[in-house]
């Protein structure tokens, strides 16, 4: 998956293209105000570098895509439907970049953030 051949050569998209992609949508979605490490590691590296795709994990089995998102939502929002946003936004800018279906995207709420109020 997300390799094409074409009479000039081949095409590969890795997933942390994919990532990057899904990291700046969900960015822009509503109720969003970060994105979480996947894991204890990644939280390690993430406060080391500035990876565009943490909180993003992209997955190839066979010809599906599979993303999973890690996101903070703000306090005070619908948390279903912030997901439900996020889920779409994903989804949407990924094929329309690559012109592939995206088989899911599961978005896994992380935590909650209050903003100040000050």
Known sequence: MGEE?????????????????????????????GLAPKNLADGIVSSITREPS?????????DEIHIDVHVIVEYGTRINSVAESVANTVRFHVEKALGLKVNTVNVHVAGLRISDTD
């Open 5 to 33: 051949t074409t009479s000039l050569g081949g095409i590969h998209v890795s997933p942390n293209a994919v990532a990057t992609i899904a990291y700046h949508a969900v960015l822009q979605s509503y109720g969003v105000v």
């Open 54 to 62: 943490r909180g993003v994990s992209v997955r190839y089995i066979e």
